[in-house]
């Protein structure tokens, strides 16, 4: 009988459900050496959250974070929450020696961030964070064939996430836009995924010129009891300030000489979630769009003359990191699959005492970068990481 590893998740709503669903699929389709077990849920309101763990098949409910974390009976903290949460919550865990799942971005700040990583060090403990992206098939494909030398030295980085959720003035003014549980708008959270995906396929960044953009600056206060996965009802005749930006742009030099542009926005009208790459180098280039998140774009300088062109990399056959355990080759995957494979790896490294990345110290270098963009924005100068 294979060893348990037993599971408390603090935070049931869209990522909640999104994390619960990989604890219970992992074991499924990936030959793990641990099984997971959901043992707790953690939330703030009873009756909501007792629907939500007897729906996902969590054994118990708690409504007191500090005591799912010191429960001796947990080997797994699970944290599902938004980023003004996080670091309390992975001090106290690191501090009782729970092995850390932790949802994006890291913290609010680089000095909060920094702190995290050290208490994790210090105990010991495995720590992950999720930037979930790096694990579609396409993806990582991506980078075996920059590591194989597909597209020779690369020259740019192009990077857009762009949604629209927010494009309604009468959209409620919910905790992602304010600064006091937000930090920043789609700098910090969509640009985090991005500088993710730039470190992964790129390397580190050495520079950030930023500018920021704040379209509509007022909206109904939310009634938060009714808010969850990017939606909300708002309070009649009650407004408030909002106080992060609506859009953010950066260019950036990459310590290897490559240069890069990232757009993340909320008020690109008729994009869901898009989130889009170019890569350009001297021997070819490579193209991603996260809604055909199963599809990698390739250009070859050493394809036949009169034959040139981009062609469609269907990332579904075994060849391709994570498509094994899945269907068979053309039978796609979905958004909810990269979450299976972080919780794949995120055993395995637990059991095997491997590295699992993205880590804490690269949820710092992100944080760092991002804070770098929001100084630029505000000073108009260029900064130096």
């Excluded at 992060?244 to 994009?271: H, P, Q, W, Y």
Aim: glycine letters at 6%.
């Amino acid at each position: 009988m294979k060893k348990q590893l037993n599971v408390g998740i603090i935070g049931y709503k869209f990522m909640g459900r999104a994390h619960s669903n990989a604890w219970i699929k992992a074991p499924l389709f990936f030959d793990l050496p641990a099984v997971p077990v959901l043992k707790a849920a953690c939330g703030r309101q009873e009756e909501s959250l007792k629907e939500f763990a007897k729906k996902w098949h969590w054994e118990e409910t708690e409504t007191d974070w500090k005591k799912l974390v010191s429960r001796p009976d947990i080997d797994i903290i699970d944290i599902a929450l938004p980023q003004q949460l996080h670091y309390d919550v992975a001090i106290a865990a690191a501090k009782e020696g729970k092995h850390i799942f932790c949802e994006k971005p890291l913290s609010m700040n680089s000095r909060q961030a920094e702190e995290m990583l050290k208490v994790c060090e210090d105990n010991k403990v495995k720590h992950y964070l999720n930037h979930n992206y790096r694990r579609t098939p396409a993806v990582s494909y991506a980078r075996k064939m920059i590591d194989d030398g597909k597209i020779g030295r690369i020259f740019h980085w192009r990077c857009a996430y762009q949604q629209d959720w927010i494009v309604d003035p009468e959209f409620p003014l919910t905790w992602q836009l304010r600064k006091e549980t937000a930090q920043a708008g789609p700098q910090w959270d969509l640009n985090s995924h991005a500088v993710d995906l730039a470190h992964y396929l790129i390397g580190d960044i050495a520079t950030v010129s930023a500018l920021t953009a704040h379209f509509i600056k007022e909206r109904p206060l939310a009634d938060e009891t009714t808010s969850g996965n990017l939606s909300a009802t708002a309070k009649e005749n009650e407004k408030g300030e909002v106080t992060v930006e609506d859009a953010a742009l950066m260019m950036v030099t990459f310590k290897n000489g490559t240069i890069g542009s990232f757009e993340a926005t909320r008020f690109a009208t008729g994009r869901k979630n898009r989130l889009t790459f170019e890569i350009y180098g001297s021997k070819g280039s490579l193209a991603f769009d996260l809604e055909r998140m199963n599809e990698l774009q390739y250009f070859s300088n050493d394809d036949e003359a009169g034959q040139q062109g981009f062609r469609t990399i269907l990332a579904t056959e075994a060849v391709h990191p994570y498509a094994s355990n899945w269907w068979p080759a053309g039978h796609i995957i979905g958004y909810e699959h990269s979450f299976v494979h972080a919780v794949a790896d995120f055993i395995k490294a637990i059991e095997e005492d491997t590295a699992i990345k993205p880590d804490f110290a690269d949820g710092l270098k992100i944080i760092q970068v991002l804070e770098a963009g929001i100084v630029s924005a505000e000073t108009g100068s260029q900064v130096t990481l």
